[in-house]
């Protein structure tokens, strides 16, 4: 039987918190965030997302506006190689990211 947590699912965002680093997959995908305020407050003030209009949407009391949000170029394109890493270039990010504390 495999060791568990071998098979637990390596978050691509170290450092962020777990509710940030859904928001970023969930932005990372096109999808809006989902979130708290203070959780979009934190990766806007990161300079991970941008706020880039609203979008419009309709329910029975009537229309609303939302924040749309996105990744900036490079760090979407971070974002991308983080998810393809490997388990043992993960770690060695972690390392190098913990070094620089």
């Not at 999808?31 to 305020?37: D, I, N, Y």
């Not at 880039?52 to 924040?67: C, F, M, N, Q, S």
Request: aromatic letters at 2%.
């Amino acid at each position: 039987m495999p060791n568990a947590k071998a098979t637990e699912r390596r978050p691509p965002h170290p450092g962020r918190t777990s509710a940030q680093r859904r928001a970023l997959d969930a932005i990372g995908c096109g999808e809006p965030p989902r979130c708290s305020a203070k959780t979009v407050a934190a990766l806007l003030d990161a300079g991970l997302i941008v706020e880039v209009g609203t979008e419009v949407r309709r329910d029975a009391l009537g229309e609303y506006r939302i924040p749309a949000y996105e990744m900036p170029t490079p760090v979407h394109i971070a974002w991308c190689a983080a998810v393809a890493m490997s388990d043992a270039e993960m770690a060695a990010l972690e390392a190098d990211l913990e070094g620089l504390r």
